[in-house]
Structures are given as structure tokens and as C-alpha cells.
Nanobody, 116 residues
Framework: QVQLVESGGGLVQPGGSLRLSCAAS????????MGWYRQAPGKQRELVAR???????NYADSVKGRFTISRDNAKTTVYLQMNSLKPEDTAVYYC??????????WGQGTQVTVSS
């Protein structure tokens, strides 16, 4: 059974930093993308950042230059370093793994709140 377990969310002041982690376990074959999405209250879930099997990354325009996605060498853990956080970054952040066989796996979500 595949599990994605996120950690690292919390409350931070504007301008602060957080690092999210997502550890994957179970049998996942042919990972294509590992990524982070977020969903704010009353809004649709949106892509924040993702990294593909070759290491290429892409980011939402709203987080470029502030957030960095990375993964470990075993490609079982994906990270999201979030710097210069803004109140509009407040959301539930979800880890996602998408495989070449079109399987989509999601974590349970972790709350990030940016507020003074």
C-alpha cells in the first residue's frame, strides 16, 4: 500500500521560512513527477512545484524565486523549501506522486499558515 506522509507545516510570520517534507513508502513504480499542490479556503487546488524523474523542475509563477523543490537520491522523499512567505501562501499543502502508468498518489495534506 502506497503512503505519502507530509510534515513540516505550521504557523509562520510573513517573511519567514518553512520546509515541507513528504516521505513515500510502498511500491511505486516509474515515478514521473513528485510535486506539491496547495488549496486555500474557497479556492481550487493548484500546482506549487514539481520535479520530474530527470530532475527538471517547474514552479507556479507566484512562488518562483521563493520556493525550491528537491528530492533525496533514493527519490522517495520530496521537499519544499519555502522562503519569504506571504499571507497568500496560506493553504493546505499536498504532496503528489504521478507515475508513468498514470497513477496519482496524494498525501493527507499539511496546513501552512502565514500570519502575524
Amino acid at each position: 500500500q502506497v503512503q505519502l506522509v507530509e510534515s513540516g507545516g505550521g504557523l509562520v510570520q510573513p517573511g519567514g521560512s518553512l520546509r515541507l517534507s513528504c516521505a513515500a513508502s510502498g511500491s511505486i513504480f516509474s515515478i514521473y513527477y513528485m510535486g506539491w499542490y496547495r488549496q486555500a479556503p474557497g479556492k481550487q487546488r493548484e500546482l506549487v512545484a514539481r520535479i520530474n524523474s530527470g530532475g527538471s523542475t517547474n514552479y507556479a509563477d507566484s512562488v518562483k524565486g521563493r520556493f525550491t523543490i528537491s528530492r533525496d537520491n533514493a527519490k522517495t522523499t520530496v521537499y519544499l523549501q519555502m522562503n519569504s512567505l506571504k499571507p497568500e501562501d496560506t493553504a493546505v499543502y499536498y504532496c503528489n506522486i504521478y507515475t508513468r502508468s498514470s497513477y496519482d498518489y496524494w498525501g493527507q495534506g499539511t496546513q501552512v499558515t502565514v500570519s502575524s
